[in-house]
């Protein structure tokens, strides 16, 4: 269980990063190298693959070597089991919320039958 939540701090350690999020989206499109990712961010290559070592070690991408091209991927099954555990907090809220609604409709009508009288 440990193991499990330090892979997910991990994991939202890596996304708390704007930049590493939007060189995610970009992968989602498909592989890239790590001058590519860094590009729209006007960084240097150094700067980039700091970035990419940590989403590497969050297990969220994955690299392959090609002479001195270093191609990243997208790897989602980290972002599954962080979807996983905010799915809970969601139904958890919606929950909160739907008792939350309940109460207001039933106060609304009660102050509806009060003002009628």
Known sequence: MVEQ???LDTVFH?????TRRAMLRSLSAGERNVSDLAAPFRMSFAASAKHVKVLENAGLVRRKVHGRSHVIRLN???LAAADKW???YERFWSERLDVLEAL?????KATRKRSRK
């Open 86 to 88: 905010l799915r809970y």
């Open 14 to 18: 890596a996304l708390a990063d704007p």
């Open 104 to 108: 207001i409709r039933a106060e609304d």
């Open 76 to 78: 989602p099954a980290p």
């Open 5 to 7: 939540h330090a892979a």
